[in-house]
């Protein structure tokens, strides 16, 4: 009977042991997950940033476009040199 409550006695130590190394596995795991969903957040709003200021620079390149649609022909060579250099 007493070798029998010697090893009840471990098996709930050792289980005591491995929920509680469970447990900071799983916090662990947590934080990390949380960095990475931060650090993607960020990336995805800087690309997100990017692609509007594209969006907005290209606005401009067109509405720039129909003004010079009938203008100069030095104005057009200035807007071909702007738009071969920034589109490729």
Do not use: P, W
Request: charged share 30%.
């Amino acid at each position: 009977m007493k070798k029998i409550g010697v090893l009840n006695e471990a098996l709930e130590g050792a289980s005591e042991e491995l929920n509680s190394a469970c447990a900071r596995s799983l916090s662990a795991t947590k934080d990390t997950l949380g960095n990475m969903a931060s650090k993607l957040d960020d990336q995805l709003t800087s690309k997100g940033q990017q692609y509007a200021d594209i969006g907005s620079s290209m606005k401009g390149l067109e509405e720039r476009g129909v003004e010079l649609h009938d203008s100069k022909v030095g104005d057009r060579s200035f807007f071909l040199k702007y738009h071969n250099v920034f589109c490729r």
